[in-house]
């Protein structure tokens, strides 16, 4: 179970830091700080059905693709990617640090932790990666 403080390692330097969690937020909010060490490629396309998020770039610039619109965003600017807009970001030029917020939670943090494998289990197998989609498409769907 996630909380507030827990950093989870991604690919290339990415890290999540969970600053405030469901549990903390009666489920209505999910905060974190992701950070890239450089720039990097976009992750899969993807949307959230049942969320709305809503990012403020603190450091560097983040470049994004929501609903097949390009934009790069600096430091003290802010943007939000509605439920059920197909959407990308990475780090434009360098190292980038971002606020990003999910409403409401779901359970979009323990799907970082285990895509991640932050859990005992480990991240899901190719054997078993549909399933694990499945099991979490109320929080997030990929497109490609």
Sequence with gaps: MASAGQVIQGQNGYELRFV???????????????SYAQAGTFPPAHYHPNQDERFEVLEGSIR??????????????????????VHQMTSADGPARMNWQARPALRLAEFFERIHGATPEGPPTAENYQDFLAEFSDEIVFTA
């Design 20 to 34: 405030r969690t469901s549990e903390e937020t009666g489920g209505e909010l999910l905060e974190m700080e992701a």
């Design 64 to 85: 994004t693709i929501v609903d097949g619109e390009e934009r790069t965003y600096g430091a003290g600017e802010s943007f939000v990617v509605p439920r059920g807009s």
